[in-house]
Structure formats: structure tokens, C-alpha cells
């Protein structure tokens, strides 16, 4: 098992060592005077000196800080789809992406409460740079995505993820997460990367690599939040990219986005779990049998299934409306909840900079434009 060992997170007789070794970090202290502000300190010390695994430390702090996170930013977590899964059962979940940490959290959640197997999941090492960032990912079940790297270490590292995601879901009976892009989604539209696909299939030892992922039992999931907490975070990127110019970030910058997204207002959020993908396969295979076609026909199966159960709320139909000058969706929000996003609109971005304003609007609007493309979108 050493082989894993740069991306693994901690065995669970790796547990007590790292929570104790935390115990006295300023920023464990804040998370949990955050977590359980009527507790004394020696509380939750004590009770961190007795958790002896990961299923503990989740269920006892982790499940209690995402919580709190609900009551103080958010109107509440629905969720969606979750019947279809099996207990006791590992799925590969392969998700749009709009929050670092909250995704995956309100993801693992939702399946706690539904009695379902919690997930390992992805996360990107240039995120966890600082010690104490790096022990609560690894004491969180996430595993590390190496970044910046050569492309002959970038091959090495991307086979090696995809063995340790088959070896989770086969060997350990552990669900995954992964997002279906590298990095967030910036402008809205949720779109899988083919290159995400053919790094989940290098660990194939199938004929077909459509076979090989009807083993892994994919799930798409769909998260939608009302409002997103890092929405003005991510304009200067968009700028960058508008001015066709190469964007570079600053120091610090993914973890104030990372805190941002923790504490920024969400208003309301719901989780959609689309079908366990299963005659897809079929079909896909009857098409073609040329492995980057079936990768394209895969991807545009999990693009299809996030994005017509993505849930549209009154700030994607405000956007839609304010964009293109219209009243087409007028009656699925009030003046009231207008008059409340245009207000955030002023005071997180300069509105009198067109491109600025367009790229936010266009990150709420688009959720909406490609929901339009299928025939049968319930709005």
C-alpha cells in the first residue's frame, strides 16, 4: 500500500497522533470555538485526544462544523435523488464544481444522513500548502491531486490517482468524489473534461473502458447554490480570460477563496444525485467503438444529467432576465428578490466595467441558457 502514500489520507492508526499534534493550532481552536461556541476549550481537546478514526472525527466535528456553516450562511440544504443509492455500496460521484471545501462536506453530509457510505475525495495540493491545511484534508478522507507538474510527472501522478480511486471503490468498498473539471466552474456553464474521464480510465485493465466505468457504478452530481459565496472571487479571472491575458494568483488566494466560500452568504443550496449510470454504457458502445469518442459520448451523458437537474433559483432567472433585457422568466422571482441581487450586484463588482458586470451576471444566467437546450427542462 506505500505506493500510495503522497496522495493517501491517513489510516485511521494515523488519526490520534495528527489530532493531538493539532490540538494546540490556533486554527483548530477557531474551527471549533466556530463549531461549539458554548464549549469550554478542554471540552472538545478531550474529546479530540479519544477519536481514534477518521469515521469519528467526521462524524463528531466535521458533520457539526458543516452545520453551523448551514445555520450561519445559508436558508438550508435540500437534497434530491439519494433513494436510488444503495447502503453499503461504493459509487464513483462525479460532480460540477462551485466550492472547494462545501461540495464535497454537504455532499458527505447528505449521504451520513441518508445512511450511505461517505466518500474519499479529490482535492488539489496547491490548497493544502500549510501544514495544518494539509492534516485536516488528510483527516477529512481527502486524497491529493498533485499540481503543477512536468507532463511526464503529471502522467505518472494521474495513473497512479486513478489506481488509488479503483483500489478505494474495489478494495475498500469507499465512494469517491471527484469534480468533473479541474477547478471550479467560473462562468456557470458545467461542462466534464475529457481528460478527467481518461484519468479515471487508466487504471482500466477492460477491453472496453466503457465496461470499466460501468464497474465503478458513476454517479453525476449536481450542486446548486442560490447565491455563490466566492461569485465575485472568481471575476478577476474571467477578466483575465475576456482580455485574453494569462492570469496569475495571488498569494494566498485559494485560501481566502476557501474561507470565503466556508462563511459567504449561500442562501439556499440543494444536492441532486442523477441515475446510476448503467445502459449508457450500452448505448455507447453500439455507437462507436473508438475509446476517445466514447470518452466525448461519456462526458456529454454526465453533462446531461447535471445540467437538466441543476436547480434553477430566483438569482439564475434574475440574471437571465437583467442580461437579455427581458421579462421572460419574471414569474419565477419577486421584485423583492430583484431588487436583492441587484443590490449584491453593485456592491461586489463595478458594474459601470460592462465586462465585469456581464461575466457575473453571465456565471448565475448560464445555469439557465444550457438548462434550455433540453426539450424536456422543467422550469
Same mark, same amino acid.
Given at each position: 500500500?506505500?505506493?500510495?502514500?503522497?496522495?493517501?489520507?491517513?489510516?485511521?492508526?494515523?488519526?490520534?497522533?495528527?489530532?493531538?499534534?493539532?490540538?494546540?493550532?490556533?486554527?483548530?481552536?477557531?474551527?471549533?470555538?466556530?463549531?461549539?461556541?458554548?464549549?469550554?476549550?478542554?471540552?472538545?481537546?478531550?474529546?479530540?485526544?479519544?477519536?481514534?478514526?477518521?469515521?469519528?472525527?467526521?462524524?463528531?466535528?466535521?458533520?457539526?462544523?458543516?452545520?453551523?456553516?448551514?445555520?450561519? #450562511?445559508?436558508?438550508? =440544504?435540500?437534497? /434530491?435523488?439519494?433513494?436510488?443509492? @444503495?447502503?453499503?455500496?461504493?459509487? +464513483?460521484?462525479?460532480? !460540477?464544481?462551485?466550492?472547494?471545501?462545501?461540495?464535497?462536506?454537504?455532499?458527505?453530509?447528505?449521504?451520513?444522513?441518508?445512511?450511505?457510505?461517505?466518500?474519499?475525495?479529490?482535492?488539489?495540493?496547491?490548497?493544502?500548502?500549510?501544514?495544518?491545511?494539509?492534516?485536516?484534508?488528510?483527516?477529512?478522507?481527502?486524497?491529493?491531486?498533485?499540481?503543477?507538474? #512536468?507532463?511526464?510527472? =503529471?502522467?505518472? /501522478?494521474?495513473?497512479?490517482?486513478? @489506481?488509488?480511486?479503483?483500489?478505494? +471503490?474495489?478494495?475498500? !468498498?469507499?465512494?469517491?468524489?471527484?469534480?468533473?473539471?479541474?477547478?471550479?466552474?467560473?462562468?456557470?456553464?458545467?461542462?466534464?473534461?475529457?481528460?478527467?474521464?481518461?484519468?479515471?480510465?487508466?487504471?482500466?485493465?477492460?477491453?472496453?473502458?466503457?465496461?470499466?466505468?460501468?464497474?465503478?457504478?458513476?454517479?453525476?452530481?449536481?450542486?446548486?447554490?442560490?447565491?455563490?459565496?466566492?461569485?465575485?472571487?472568481?471575476?478577476?479571472?474571467?477578466?483575465?480570460?475576456?482580455?485574453?491575458?494569462?492570469?496569475?494568483?495571488?498569494?494566498?488566494?485559494?485560501?481566502?477563496?476557501?474561507?470565503?466560500?466556508?462563511?459567504?452568504?449561500?442562501?439556499?443550496?440543494?444536492?441532486?444525485?442523477?441515475?446510476?449510470?448503467?445502459?449508457?454504457?450500452?448505448?455507447?458502445?453500439?455507437?462507436?467503438?473508438?475509446?476517445?469518442?466514447?470518452?466525448?459520448?461519456?462526458?456529454?451523458?454526465?453533462?446531461?444529467?447535471?445540467?437538466?437537474?441543476?436547480?434553477?433559483?430566483?438569482?439564475?432567472?434574475?440574471?437571465?432576465?437583467?442580461?437579455?433585457?427581458?421579462?421572460?422568466?419574471?414569474?419565477?422571482?419577486?421584485?423583492?428578490?430583484?431588487?436583492?441581487?441587484?443590490?449584491?450586484?453593485?456592491?461586489?463588482?463595478?458594474?459601470?466595467?460592462?465586462?465585469?458586470?456581464?461575466?457575473?451576471?453571465?456565471?448565475?444566467?448560464?445555469?439557465?441558457?444550457?438548462?434550455?437546450?433540453?426539450?424536456?427542462?422543467?422550469?
Amino acid at each position: 500500500m506505500s505506493k500510495f502514500d503522497s496522495i493517501r489520507p491517513y489510516y485511521d492508526s494515523e488519526v490520534n497522533e495528527a489530532l493531538i499534534s493539532s490540538l494546540h493550532h490556533p486554527m483548530m481552536k477557531a474551527l471549533m470555538n466556530f463549531t461549539f461556541p458554548e464549549q469550554d476549550d478542554e471540552v472538545w481537546k478531550e474529546q479530540l485526544k479519544r477519536t481514534h478514526s477518521i469515521r469519528d472525527f467526521q462524524i463528531n466535528f466535521v458533520y457539526q462544523s458543516i452545520q453551523r456553516v448551514l445555520e450561519k #450562511s445559508s436558508e438550508g =440544504l435540500t437534497t /434530491s435523488g439519494f433513494e436510488k443509492l @444503495e447502503p453499503n455500496t461504493s459509487y +464513483l460521484f462525479i460532480s !460540477n464544481h462551485r466550492d472547494i471545501i462545501l461540495d464535497t462536506s454537504l455532499l458527505n453530509v447528505s449521504l451520513f444522513d441518508h445512511g450511505l457510505v461517505m466518500t474519499a475525495s479529490a482535492i488539489g495540493d496547491n490548497l493544502v500548502k500549510k501544514d495544518f491545511l494539509l492534516k485536516l484534508s488528510k483527516l477529512n478522507r481527502n486524497f491529493l491531486v498533485q499540481r503543477g507538474l #512536468s507532463p511526464r510527472e =503529471l502522467l505518472q /501522478s494521474s495513473k497512479l490517482m486513478s @489506481e488509488y480511486m479503483y483500489h478505494l +471503490l474495489s478494495k475498500e !468498498n469507499r465512494s469517491v468524489w471527484i469534480a468533473q473539471r479541474e477547478g471550479r466552474t467560473k462562468d456557470g456553464n458545467d461542462a466534464t473534461h475529457q481528460g478527467v474521464l481518461k484519468m479515471v480510465a487508466m487504471a482500466s485493465d477492460e477491453k472496453n473502458c466503457m465496461d470499466y466505468f460501468r464497474k465503478l457504478k458513476v454517479v453525476p452530481v449536481s450542486i446548486s447554490y442560490e447565491y455563490d459565496p466566492t461569485d465575485a472571487l472568481k471575476m478577476p479571472q474571467l477578466m483575465a480570460l475576456a482580455n485574453d491575458e494569462v492570469y496569475i494568483k495571488e498569494k494566498n488566494e485559494d485560501f481566502i477563496t476557501l474561507l470565503s466560500g466556508i462563511i459567504g452568504q449561500k442562501k439556499r443550496i440543494h444536492i441532486h444525485i442523477g441515475d446510476v449510470l448503467e445502459k449508457e454504457y450500452d448505448a455507447i458502445i453500439a455507437e462507436t467503438n473508438n475509446s476517445n469518442k466514447q470518452i466525448q459520448a461519456l462526458a456529454q451523458v454526465i453533462d446531461d444529467s447535471i445540467l437538466q437537474s441543476y436547480k434553477l433559483w430566483p438569482t439564475n432567472y434574475i440574471a437571465y432576465d437583467i442580461l437579455n433585457n427581458s421579462e421572460r422568466f419574471s414569474s419565477y422571482y419577486s421584485d423583492k428578490e430583484k431588487q436583492l441581487f441587484e443590490r449584491r450586484l453593485e456592491l461586489k463588482i463595478d458594474a459601470e466595467n460592462e465586462v465585469l458586470r456581464e461575466g457575473f451576471l453571465a456565471m448565475y444566467a448560464n445555469p439557465v441558457v444550457n438548462k434550455m437546450k433540453y426539450e424536456n427542462a422543467s422550469f
